[in-house]
C-alpha cells in the first residue's frame, strides 16, 4: 500500500464541515485510490459502514447513465433518507454532461443567462449540499470546470484538495533502500502510483508513454473537440524539452513553425497551453520583480507535473538534470501548497566605465504571507564560479527574507 498520510489527514479535517470536497489532479495520480480506498478505509475504521457511503464512479461503464445530472441526482437520493448520515463519494465529476432544461423557453432568456437553460452537476450539488445529512465528496481532472469555478458554481461551498503525484518522501517510504539509488530512480520515473508500482522498467515506460496518447492527448482532443491532434502533440514536446526555461506563446508559436513548417497563431497556442494546464500537465510560475516588487507579464516558466511523464514523452533522451531537479523542487513546493514565483533582481554594474543593468534569476519565490523564502537549485557547485553564480542573486535582493541553495546531495562517496 502507498500511503498518502498528508492528503488523508487534510480529509479527516474537512469532515461533515458543510462543504464540498473537491479533490482535483492529473488523471492517475491517486484521486480515486485516496477517496475510495484510503479515505473510506478511515471512515469504516471509525464505525461508518458501507451501506451509509454512496460511492460513483463515472468514469466506470456501470455508471455511464450518470453522468446525466438529473439520473445522478435521483440515483443518490434513492439510496439515502432524511435521519441518518451519508457520504457521498463522485468519481470524476467533469464526466458529467449538461441537460436542457424542458421547462424554460430560449426566446426568452438574455443571451448572458444562457447557462441558466441547462442543468448541470453544479446544480445538483449545490441542492443536495443543503441536506445536513449528507457530506459529499467529489474528484475532478479538469480545472476550469472544478478549481477555477469553485467560487461562483459552489457559491462559496466549496473547498479543493488539489492532489499531486508522489513526492520524493512518498515514494522513498514506499520504495526504501539506499536513498541515492531510490533519487536516481525518481528523478527517471517520478512519482505517478502506478508506474511506481510496476517492477519492470520497459512496463514502466509503456505506461507513462500511455497515459500521454491513450488518456492526457485523447481526453483534450474530445473535450474541446480538437480535429487535428498533432499541433497539440508537437507543443507538448517543445515544453517539456524546456522545462524551467523562459518562454511565452509568441516564442512556442516560432519554435512550432520551425517543427511542424506551419504558422499557429500565438492565440492558438496559448488556447492550447490553457488546455494542458486545466488538464494539471503543466504548471505556470510567474516572474516577480523583487526589487521593483511587481509581476512581470512575460516570459514565465512551466514546469511539468510529473517529471517522469516528462522523461518517457521524450524517450529519455533529454536528461538534463538541472532541469529535472529544478522541476522536482518546483512540484514539492506546490503540492505543499505554497504559491511559488521565479524571482528577478536587476543589478547594476560598471564595465568600462559604462553602467550596464542586468537582470540576474532567483528560481524559486516561496510565498508565506508576508514572509518570503528564496530558493535556489543547483544540481552541482563544484567550481567557485558556479557558487557565485547562484548566491549573486540572493545578496542582491535588497532584504533579509531567508535564502536557499539545495544542491543534488545524491552522489554515493568513498564507494559508499
Known sequence: MIKRDYYLNRLISKKENGLIKIITGIRRCGKSYLLFELYKNYLNSIGIDDAHIIQIQLDKKTFEDYRNPNSLYEFILGKINETEKFYIFIDEIQLCYKIKKDNVEKSKVAEEDR???????????NDLMTRKNLDIYVTGSNSRLLSKDVATNFRDRGVEIQLYPLSFSEYYEYAGGEKSDAWEEYMTYSGMPLCVLEKDERE??????????????????????????EPLSALIDVILSSVGSLTNPHKLSNTLESVLHAKLSDHTVKKYMDYLEDA???????????????????????????????????????????HIMENIIFNELVSRGYSVDVGVVQVSSTENRVQKKSNLEIDFIVNQGFNKIYIQSAFSIDDNGKKIQKIRPLLNSGDFFKKIVIVNGSQKKNGR
Do not use: C, H, M
Request: charged share 40%.
Open 204 to 229: 514502466k515506460e509503456k505506461y507513462l508513454k500511455d497515459l500521454f496518447t491513450k488518456i492526457y492527448i485523447a481526453d483534450i482532443k474530445e473535450r474541446y473537440k480538437l480535429k487535428d491532434e
Open 280 to 322: 494539471f500537465i503543466i504548471k505556470k510560475a510567474d516572474r516577480y520583480d523583487v526589487k521593483g516588487k511587481k509581476y512581470l507579464d512575460f516570459p514565465s516558466k512551466y514546469y511539468v507535473g510529473d517529471i517522469g511523464l516528462r522523461n518517457a514523452r521524450l524517450n529519455f533522451r533529454q536528461q538534463e538534470r538541472t
Open 115 to 125: 447557462d441558466l437553460l441547462y442543468t448541470t452537476f453544479y446544480d445538483i450539488l
